[in-house]
């Protein structure tokens, strides 16, 4: 499962690095959550958290349907 989300997640990253920012996966809980760090410019965006479920979280919930969310840590 890590490989999808590694996978998923290169499809956002290049809008985030667009930005300034990236993306890293943390770890993936027993519970199926993805924890992931937001990086560079994304870290501090007053926005982050809306880039986190509509972006993020939007996508690898249509490519990775096991997992049940993503938070930021």
């Given at each position: 499962m890590r490989e999808k989300i590694e996978a998923a997640l290169d499809k956002v990253r290049p809008v985030l690095?667009?930005?300034g920012?990236?993306?890293?996966?943390?770890e993936i809980t027993d519970n199926n959550i993805v924890r992931v760090r937001l990086q560079g410019a994304c870290k501090g965006c007053p926005m982050s958290q809306m880039t986190l479920k509509n972006g993020v979280?939007?996508?690898?919930?249509?490519?990775v349907p096991e997992i049940k969310g993503v938070e930021s840590v």
């Open positions: 690095q667009a930005d920012g990236d993306i890293e996966l943390v979280e939007r996508v690898l919930l249509k490519e």
